[in-house]
């Protein structure tokens, strides 16, 4: 088994005194030797972390038996380096940015659809809509099959985004993201817009690729740290980012003679000299 243990996980729950939970997690992600982003908000929490796992786990532990946090999912994946750099701990006015002022979560909830269920539906050739509610360049690298991408810039684009689904109101409708977080707010936002069988896939890509692996899934799955990519068994994979534009590579795109690595890449070659 690989050294590395990476954790994902969140949890909506009404949060105060912010800074003074900071020092608190500081001080306990310090002692067990962790490494990632915890983001706490007046809404929740949202973390990636890394380590070893005995650390981790203890980690874990300690969170859960927090009232506040007994309730959240973990999703466990394994890797043999490092994937991130420090260990941050930030605070924000909302767990995923929204843009929506207005919007209530609890207002029009959707259920959420288990990844057993969504695979189901695909063996059995159900009629449904799947939306990725993912940056476009999360999509370019791999998505569920006959997915529709909204081609969005940064997931505050969405709501705006969901003017072009109209069509589908009444089509049963998953919206999926990576671990869950974005559809905790994608899917009430479109059920109190009028759709009408809206569902959420539980824990995202990565509590499928957990439970289904790569059944009905195209392409691997883009992670926001050093691995870039997982594929269906939650490995990392060999596709990378260029240092230059941040622009998502394949393989093929690393082996280009425009690929040099920490200079360019075939999409921003010349661009970096004529800037």
């Not at 105060?16 to 908000?41: C, N, Y």
């Not at 476009?136 to 791999?142: K, L, N, P, W």
């Not at 990565?206 to 068994?233: I, N, P, Q, S, T």
Request: charged residues 25%; negative net charge.
């Amino acid at each position: 088994m690989s050294a590395i243990l990476n954790v994902a996980a969140y949890r909506f729950v009404a949060l105060d005194s912010l800074p003074e939970l900071r020092e608190v997690f500081r001080e306990r992600s310090r002692a067990h030797g962790l490494k990632g982003t915890i983001l706490l908000t007046p809404e929740g929490i949202n973390l990636f972390l890394a380590g070893l796992a005995v650390e981790l786990e203890s980690f874990i532990a300690w969170l859960i038996a927090d009232a506040r946090f007994a309730g959240i999912e973990i999703k466990r994946s394994w890797c043999d380096e490092m994937p991130f750099n420090r260990m941050l701990v930030k605070l924000k006015k909302e767990i995923i940015t929204f843009h929506q002022p207005d919007f209530e979560r609890t207002a029009h909830p959707a259920p959420q659809l288990p990844a057993s269920e969504l695979k189901k539906w695909y063996d059995e050739g159900r009629e449904f809509i799947i939306v990725d509610t993912r940056n476009d360049f999360e999509y370019r690298v791999g998505s569920f099959k006959n997915a529709l991408n909204l081609q969005l810039h940064s997931f505050g684009d969405f709501a705006a985004a969901t003017e072009r689904l109209k069509d589908y109101r009444d089509i049963p409708i998953v919206t999926f993201c990576t671990g869950g977080i974005r559809c905790e707010k994608a899917a009430p936002f479109m059920a109190g817009q009028g759709f009408n069988q809206v569902y959420q896939l539980q824990g995202g890509i990565l509590k499928y690729f957990e439970e289904c692996g790569a059944a009905h899934y195209d392409g691997e799955c883009f992670v926001f740290d050093k691995r870039v990519a997982l594929d269906g068994a939650l490995k990392p994979t060999a596709t990378n980012i260029c240092f230059a534009c941040r622009t998502v590579l394949t393989p093929a795109e690393q082996a280009s003679a425009d690929y040099l690595v920490g200079e360019s890449c075939p999409h921003c070659v010349g661009k970096q000299a004529a800037a």
